[in-house]
């Protein structure tokens, strides 16, 4: 594969890629959506809800950018409230309670930017969730189907499993951001997008991901039952674990990465 | 008569006697600071004196030595972790340069200082990240120190208190930098859960992912005034949106009003505040630091 690391970008951000709906539509079925965060809203970019997977229920949650112009902005292009991050929260919990798995679908360039969002506190939401995704009481998979856009992508990754779609991208800011924040010049954007090594690949080989999804035939229906076979497998090991165990190699999962060097 | 005092008034300053018997003010006077509240210039001396609040009430940024000083008992301080220092995973452009430009100019290793500290005699975990150090922005290295200082929070059920000030997750470290969020926010729950006390002082600027995980994650949040505290950039929010932001948007002052702070503590009375905190909430079996 000699394609560019801002090519991989350009395929994860295109509008042409199936988006979290339609994975959700695709993998499981009697979707049952559940509104709301209890608190303030709801968000409309973030869905969750009842599902089955197999026969098996599970409590599904997924980021949704939306097809058309109108949808996009409905569901502000896919980039979550604070209130989208606390229903995924409830519904997670929920899980919790009545012991479903959770599975988490996430394409976002980041959580969303402005003014109201820093009012009802962005940042305390995604924080709450990273602290209470780590001791949730039943096993959680994340797939990275597109944009894993930094914190807000993080804030429904804190998982047993993290897989990514092979064009996804995965990046603690982008590399828009990055080019003008180093070299005052967001053109450099492809230059960025190539060191900041955010490719499923990439991440594989820093042990921020599990798996990574081929994507031939992606969006047709034999590309979802492969990867709804491929869920319903790992959730049966994931559930056949003792709950310790899963929050301690949970906790372990993310304990390990890093790359200090000790004098 | 005005003529003869026309003929012998000076014309130049070496008439005068020359520029050395002029009053030298310019070398003699004390370096000073110009406040950027109240526009006054404040002798650095007066500055640090007062803890780096200038008198009109306005909080400079501290670096960590300087914060020690009036936080912790004399002499209480045990630095841990000290040997994890940053190294540069995705060999990143200017990286490993700017590092070792900034361990010189810092004179700190990392951007944050971690260790056990006593606080009016209350014995404590204590972390205080570094402005100076790339304005404290959290790559493996601090990740790394903050958690195993709540992991050793733990083994010794001691409270922990942070000084937060951070630009967010450090780009040059790509994903390494943002999994340490959520490596954090673990270690955090798990000494949060097992009923240990921990209190963040959000202090300016307090953005990004270290806002997003170990900052909002106190039992106790309290802020200094004025400090700007937020997610996004207000920068960057402003580009977005096209909107003028709200006044005091993102500060200290507009967290409160909306309900993510507890409160906002002057720099004069953090310290006994600290401690009464530490006393209500201290551990059965906690050791001594």
């Keep these: 594969m000699n394609r560019s690391a801002y090519e991989t970008v350009k395929l994860a951000r295109s509008n042409r890629r199936p988006t979290g709906l339609d994975f959700l539509h695709g993998v499981f079925t009697d979707f049952f959506e559940l509104h709301g965060d209890r608190r303030f809203g709801d968000d409309a970019s973030v869905v969750g809800g009842l599902a089955e997977l197999e026969g098996k229920n599970v409590t599904v949650i997924a980021i949704e950018k939306g097809h058309s112009i109108r949808e996009r902005m409905l569901r502000s292009f896919g980039a979550p409230q604070p209130e989208g991050y606390r229903k995924a929260l409830r519904l997670m919990k929920q899980a919790e309670k009545f012991h479903r798995p959770v599975i988490c679908l996430i394409d976002t360039s980041g959580a969303y930017c402005g003014i109201g969002a820093e009012e009802r506190g962005q940042g305390q939401a995604i924080a709450e969730n990273l602290m209470e995704m780590m001791t949730l009481r039943t096993p959680v998979i994340s797939l990275l189907i597109g944009e894993g856009g930094s914190g807000g992508a993080l804030a429904l990754a804190v998982a047993d499993r993290v897989w990514m779609l092979e064009d996804a991208i995965y990046s603690v800011i982008s590399p828009e951001g990055c080019a003008s924040i180093l070299w005052k010049d967001a053109k450099r954007a492809p230059e960025a997008a190539q060191q900041l090594k955010l490719t499923a690949q990439d991440a594989l080989a820093g042990g921020m991901i599990e798996r990574i999804i081929p994507e031939e035939g992606l969006g047709k229906p034999e590309f979802y039952e492969s990867l709804r076979h491929e869920l319903s497998a790992e959730l049966a090991g994931l559930l056949a674990m003792d709950v310790q165990a899963l929050l301690e190699a949970r906790y372990q999962r993310f304990r390990r990465i890093g790359k200090e060097r000790e004098a | ?289």
């Excluded at chain 2, 630095?79 to 100019?105: H, I, N």
């Excluded at chain 2, 790394?144 to 000030?165: C, K, P, Q």
């Excluded at chain 2, 004025?226 to 207000?234: H, I, M, S, Y």
């Excluded at chain 2, 003028?244 to 906002?264: M, N, R, Y």
Aim: charged fraction near 25%.
């Design chain 2, 1 to 289: 008569m005005p003529f003869p005092k026309f003929i012998f008034q000076p014309r130049n300053e070496l008439e005068q006697g020359g520029r050395s018997a002029a009053p030298v003010q310019s070398d003699e006077r004390e370096p000073e600071k110009t406040c950027p509240n109240c526009h006054k210039a404040v002798p650095l001396s007066r500055l640090w004196a007062n803890r780096n609040v200038c008198s009109c009430g306005y909080h400079f940024r501290m670096g960590v030595r300087a914060r020690l000083r009036y936080l912790a008992d004399k002499d209480s301080f045990t630095e841990l972790f000290g040997e994890v220092g940053s190294g540069d995973p995705l060999e990143f452009p200017g990286y490993a340069d700017k590092l070792e430009m900034t361990r010189t100019s810092s004179r700190e290793e990392e951007a944050v200082l971690c260790g056990t500290v006593r606080i009016e005699g209350q014995p404590c975990c204590l972390f205080l990240m570094e402005p100076y150090f790339m304005m404290g922005s959290m790559g493996s290295a601090v990740g790394e120190r903050i958690t195993r200082l709540f992991e050793y929070a733990l083994e010794h059920r001691l409270s922990v208190v942070g000084f937060t000030v951070s630009g967010g997750a450090r780009m040059q470290e790509g994903l390494y930098s943002l999994m340490q969020m959520a490596k954090t926010s673990g270690a955090v729950k798990r000494h949060s859960d097992a009923g240990l006390f921990y209190l963040t002082v959000l202090t300016d600027p307090t953005t990004g992912g270290v806002t997003a995980s170990f900052a909002m994650e106190g039992d106790i949040i309290l802020a200094e005034p004025g400090a700007t505290v937020g997610f996004a950039g207000a920068r960057v929010i402003e580009q977005t949106t096209r909107k003028a932001l709200p006044k005091g948007f993102q500060t200290a002052e507009f967290l409160l009003e909306h309900g993510f702070v507890d409160a906002i503590v002057p720099r004069s009375e953090q310290r006994a505040l600290i401690a009464r905190l530490l006393r209500v909430h201290a551990a059965e079996g906690g050791e001594d630091a």
